[in-house]
Nanobody, 115 residues
């Protein structure tokens, strides 16, 4: 079993920054992909960014140039640095880890961008 623990959400003003962290523990085998998804009220969960063990990344168009995903393989931790935040970034952000066909989710962390 795999456990994901997220931290770093909160309330921030437009233009501000936040850094999310997600630490994975349990039965983790290589290779695996980690990523972040968001879910706004009344909407489906959607991709924000993913990163594989080699460091290759993929971003949603809406966050390119503003968000940066990174990972520390030794700590099984993935980060999401969010800059130039906009009110439309407000959502619950979920960490995801994929090992082969298995997919694991964190509990989610609320990010609210408001003045």
């Amino acid at each position: 079993q795999v456990q994901l623990v997220e931290s770093g959400g909160g309330l921030v003003q437009p233009g501000g920054s936040l850094r999310l962290s997600c630490a994975a523990s349990g039965s983790i085998f290589n290779p695996y992909v980690m990523g972040w998804y968001l879910q706004a009220p009344g909407k489906q969960r959607e991709l924000v960014a993913v990163i594989n063990r080699g460091g290759s990344t993929n971003y949603a168009d809406s966050v390119k140039g503003r968000f940066t995903i990174s990972r520390d393989n030794a700590k099984n931790t993935v980060y999401l640095q969010m800059n130039s935040l906009k009110p439309e970034d407000t959502a619950v952000y979920y960490c995801n880890l994929r090992i082969g066909l298995a997919s694991y989710w964190g509990q989610g962390t609320q990010v609210t961008v408001s003045s």
